[in-house]
């Protein structure tokens, strides 16, 4: 087998297919979702729904993943949990 190309594209140097960009992007979402339920407290499954319910994927993470990705992870987590609590409070009013 060819260690350097597989169905989904170029190997890594362990082996493994290197991640898509849209592959990389969800890990990225992934992890927004864990860091800001272990913050709150709450389970990753309930920060899906209440992100998702405020479109905070579309309108924040995915659109500002190359500058987002840059930026520490607690400083990630305090930028979407503010945004969070901001569109929240926006759409109760």
Same mark, same amino acid.
Request: glycine share 4%.
């Given at each position: ?15 493994? &297919?290197? &991640?898509?960009?849209?592959?990389? +992007?969800? #890990?990225?979402?992934? $992890?927004? #979702? ?26 924040? #993470?995915? &659109? ?7 930026? $520490?992870?607690? #400083? ?8 969070? +609590? ?5 759409? $109760? $009013?």
């Amino acid at each position: 087998m060819n260690k350097q190309r597989n169905m989904k594209g170029t190997m890594s140097e362990n082996g493994y &297919p290197k &991640p898509t960009e849209d592959e990389l +992007r969800n #890990i990225f979402a992934a $992890s927004c #979702i864990e860091a800001a339920a272990r913050e709150t407290g709450c389970t990753a499954a309930e920060m899906y729904r209440q992100m998702k319910a405020v479109n905070l994927f579309s309108d924040l #993470i995915y &659109p500002c993943y190359d500058t987002l990705h840059t930026q $520490s992870h607690r #400083i990630v987590t305090e930028d979407v949990l503010t945004a969070l +609590r901001l569109r929240q409070k926006e759409a $109760s $009013s």
